[in-house]
């Protein structure tokens, strides 16, 4: 079975920085591509970022390019957002979803494209 849990989130002010975890379990992980979803209130959910499975390609969505990074640790089976400069409009619960594919470049951002979803964690970034 599929498992994917995320951490890390919490409360913090504009400017700080949180790491954001995606532990994964009961998949063969490096045949997965990774992204992290995000969902503010009232809002559609969001592609934030996404990592191929061999690592080759990343994605960010405009809103966080040059704050955020993706990062893999396959010996953890573990996927990382490091979310520096935090703005209130980050504010947000953060999913982390895998697809698995054969693909080693495949890297999308349409939700609608992963099957396996963790619980979520919420992100509140104060003014």
């Known amino acids: 079975e599929v498992q994917l849990v995320e951490s890390g989130g919490g409360l913090v002010q504009a400017g700080g920085s949180l790491r954001l975890s995606c532990a994964a379990s009961g998949f063969t992980f490096d045949g997965y591509v990774i992204g992290w979803f995000r969902q503010a209130p009232g809002k559609e959910r969001e592609g934030v970022s996404c990592i191929s499975r061999n690592d080759g390609v990343t994605y960010y969505t405009d809103s966080v390019k040059g704050r955020f990074t993706i990062s893999k640790d396959n010996a953890k089976r573990t996927v990382y957002l490091q979310m520096n400069s935090l703005k209130p409009e980050d504010t947000a619960v953060y999913y982390c979803?895998?697809?698995?594919?054969?693909?080693?470049?495949?890297?999308?951002?349409?939700?609608?494209?992963?099957?396996?979803w963790g619980q979520g964690t919420q992100v509140t970034v104060s003014s």
């Open positions: 979803a895998a697809q698995r594919t054969t693909r080693s470049f495949y890297c999308p951002t349409n939700g609608l494209l992963y099957a396996n």
